[in-house]
C-alpha cells in the first residue's frame, strides 16, 4: 500500500508547493485534483518537479461545478470535455489512477430521476469510451 496525499487542502498553493511539503512528509504518491486555478497551471513544468521527486501521481478531475448528469445539454457536454481534457493530463503524467465523479440530481432533475440516471449512464460509457481511446485505459 502506498501513503497517498490529495492537493485538496492545498488548493490555495502552487502545486508545486504542494509537491515539495508532500516529499518532505514522505508520502510516495500525490493527487492533484485539477480544479479552480490549478487548471491553468504550467503542466509540463509540473512534470519536471514530479519527475524530480520520484512520487506516484493520480489525477482527480474537476468537480465543482460538473455534472455529468445533467438535463442540460451544454452543462454535461461541457462537464464531459472538461473530464476529457483531465485525462489527457492523466495520459501525459502516466497516472496511476483517474478518478472522476459521476453526475448528481438537481433540483431540476429530481423531477426526472430516471432521465437523470439514463444521462448518468450515458456519460460514463462516452468517458470510458474516451479513456480506451486516449490509452488510459490498460490490463
Do not use: C
Request: hydrophobic share 40%; no cysteine; charged share 25%.
Amino acid at each position: 500500500m502506498k501513503l497517498a496525499v490529495s492537493s485538496l487542502a492545498y488548493m490555495k498553493r502552487s502545486y508545486t508547493e504542494f509537491i515539495i511539503l508532500a516529499e518532505k512528509m514522505d508520502f510516495e504518491s500525490v493527487e492533484l485534483i485539477l480544479d479552480g486555478h490549478h487548471m491553468k497551471e504550467n503542466f509540463e513544468k509540473l512534470g519536471e518537479v514530479i519527475d524530480s521527486y520520484s512520487l506516484d501521481v493520480s489525477i482527480h478531475t474537476p468537480f465543482s461545478d460538473q455534472n455529468i448528469a445533467s438535463l442540460n445539454t451544454r452543462i454535461r457536454s461541457d462537464s464531459l470535455e472538461q473530464i476529457k481534457s483531465a485525462m489527457e493530463v492523466a495520459v501525459d503524467f502516466e497516472a496511476d489512477t483517474f478518478t472522476f465523479h459521476s453526475g448528481r440530481l438537481s433540483p431540476y432533475s429530481l423531477l426526472y430521476e430516471d432521465k437523470a440516471w439514463d444521462m448518468n449512464v450515458e456519460s460514463i460509457r462516452h468517458l470510458y469510451s474516451d479513456a480506451w481511446n486516449l490509452d488510459l485505459m490498460y490490463v
